[in-house]
């Protein structure tokens, strides 16, 4: 298994930045897959992107393509979420989430369960 834990959430005005990291311990991170999801008031949780074991690979929800950079450093055992041109409907608990297996297939990877640990979330909030 692994162990994630979110940081970096905050409150941000609409057309900002805000970095999220992921810091992962318990299973050698580079044969991980990362998936981050996002969850608003009284919605369910979506997909946002994930990035391969390597890093080489990502991608993205249609909502946030464009705005939003997955990256991973495994020497630090950390995932980022780089977000930026930030909107009011961005606002939500963000999870990261690990997949341990080794299937880089977009339909799969965009299911939750999918997914076999996942963090506590850490809110971000944008204001308009």
């Known amino acids: 298994q692994v162990q994630l834990v979110e940081s970096g959430g905050g409150l941000v005005q609409a057309g900002g930045s805000l970095r999220l990291a992921c810091t992962a311990s318990g299973r050698t991170f580079s044969s991980v897959i990362m998936g981050w999801f996002r969850q608003a008031p009284g919605r369910e949780r979506e997909f946002v992107g994930a990035?391969?074991?390597?890093?080489?690979?990502?991608f993205y929800a249609d909502s946030v393509k464009g705005r939003f950079t997955i990256s991973r450093d495994n020497a630090k055992n950390m995932v980022y979420l780089q977000m930026g041109s930030l909107k009011p409907e961005d606002t939500a608990v963000y999870y990261c989430?690990?997949?341990?297996?080794?299937?880089?297939?977009?339909?799969?990877?965009?299911?939750?369960?999918?997914?076999?640990?996942w963090g506590q979330g850490t809110q971000v909030t944008v204001s308009s």
């Open positions: 990035i391969s074991r390597s890093g080489i690979s990502t």
């Open positions: 989430a690990a997949e341990l297996g080794e299937l880089w297939l977009r339909r799969r990877l965009e299911q939750m369960s999918t997914y076999d640990s």
